[in-house]
């Protein structure tokens, strides 16, 4: 049986810059299983933020196919897209994407289908912010807003968490806390996660590390 949640196969991603032609992937392959955690590195313009995109439905592979849960993402309608983006995948970003007039509980609520601001509350909670919930997110330390985002990318039961540089804005007691925040998602409650990231340490919480060059992955 298949078990695969992630499928690259010979994806290209290209790029019109005028009359250059840019292949940010060239012929990818990666398969990534249920419940897994990679960590994806390498040297800018390796393809690591393109492969992301892709992952997370935002970009369209130019050739190849991509598939989520055995869903081929080429075939379906651009609402379908939507909606397998809504229902399968939490983002979490590098400079936390929080609207700064908005709580922390309004923040992580933004994505719900329907408000329940109970589940909200409590994800909140998991995240080690009780008694946080009213606080606006300049009110909040790197670490906390990190938090808040790593909430808000769980509220609608993700089976996927894509995070691009998760903890390129900390320091490295807060980056490592996340990381393990992360770690836990994933061992416990068996979320599949895939970051980038240029930190070692960060990507060492991963179960597997896929280091890119020129669009493919050369390890």
């Given at each position: 049986?298949n078990n695969?949640?992630?499928?690259f196969?010979?994806?290209?991603?290209?790029?019109h810059?005028?009359?250059?032609?840019?292949?940010?992937?060239?012929?990818?392959?990666?398969?990534l299983?249920e419940g897994?955690?990679?960590?994806?590195?390498?040297p800018?313009?390796?393809?690591?933020?393109t492969?992301l995109?892709?992952?997370?439905?935002?970009?369209?592979?130019?050739?190849?196919v991509?598939?989520?849960?055995?869903?081929?993402t080429?075939?379906?309608?651009?609402?379908?897209?939507?909606?397998?983006?809504r229902?399968?995948?939490?983002?979490?970003?590098q400079?936390?994407?929080?609207?700064?007039?908005?709580?922390a509980?309004?923040?992580?609520?933004?994505?719900m289908?329907?408000?329940?601001h109970?589940?909200?509350?409590?994800?909140?909670n998991?995240?080690?912010?009780e008694?946080?919930?009213?606080?606006?997110?300049?009110?909040?330390?790197g670490g906390e807003?990190?938090?808040?985002a790593?909430?808000?990318?769980?509220i609608n039961d993700?089976?996927?968490?894509?995070?691009?540089?998760?903890?390129?804005?900390?320091?490295?007691?807060?980056?490592?806390?996340?990381?393990?925040v992360?770690?836990?998602?994933n061992?416990m409650?068996?979320?599949s996660?895939?970051?980038?990231?240029?930190?070692?340490v960060?990507?060492?919480?991963a179960?597997?590390?896929?280091?890119?060059?020129?669009?493919?992955i050369?390890?």
């Open positions: 049986m695969h949640i992630i499928e196969k010979d994806v290209w991603k290209t790029y810059m005028g009359d250059e032609k840019i292949n940010a992937l060239a012929g990818l392959n990666l398969n299983n897994s955690f990679t960590a994806v590195m390498g800018s313009g390796s393809g690591k933020s492969l995109h892709v992952a997370g439905i935002l970009d369209m592979p130019t050739e190849g991509f598939k989520i849960n055995g869903k081929e080429n075939m379906l309608t651009v609402k379908e897209q939507a909606q397998l983006r229902n399968e995948i939490g983002f979490v970003f400079r936390f994407n929080l609207m700064s007039q908005l709580s509980l309004e923040n992580i609520m933004l994505p289908i329907k408000e329940d109970q589940r909200a509350g409590e994800i909140l998991r995240m080690g912010l008694g946080k919930h009213d606080k606006l997110p300049g009110q909040l330390s807003q990190q938090r808040v790593i909430a808000r990318a769980l993700p089976s996927i968490i894509l995070a691009d540089e998760p903890t390129g804005e900390l320091d490295t007691k807060n980056a490592n806390a996340i990381m393990q992360l770690q836990d998602l061992r409650e068996g979320v996660i895939i970051i980038v990231t240029h930190n070692s960060s990507a060492s919480f179960d597997q590390i896929i280091q890119m060059s020129d669009g493919q050369s390890n």
